[in-house]
């Protein structure tokens, strides 16, 4: 859930949820979605997104989320 983002600084935080960023009021939700992945090193692998603009709301660029396998 995007309310419950926190950096441990309250004014960060704020600024994060607020319609600048997040806009937790209007989308309380976040969601990473994935369309492929490939190896980054040991047990680990980098989630990519789809391409830019694929998603309405999209981040701009696009991340890519790097996971360990435990």
């Not at 859930?1 to 949820?17: A, F, G, N, V, Y």
């Not at 937790?24 to 369309?35: E, G, H, L, N």
């Not at 040991?42 to 790097?66: F, H, K, M, T």
């Amino acid at each position: 859930m995007s309310t419950c983002i926190t950096t441990r600084q309250r004014q960060r935080d704020e600024h994060l949820r607020s319609d600048e960023f997040f806009h937790v009021a209007k989308y309380p939700a976040i969601t990473f979605q994935s369309t492929s992945y490939v190896p980054a090193g040991e047990r680990q692998y980098e989630l990519r997104p789809p391409r830019p603009g694929a998603c309405r709301n999209s981040i701009q660029p696009p991340v890519s989320i790097v996971m360990n396998l435990v």
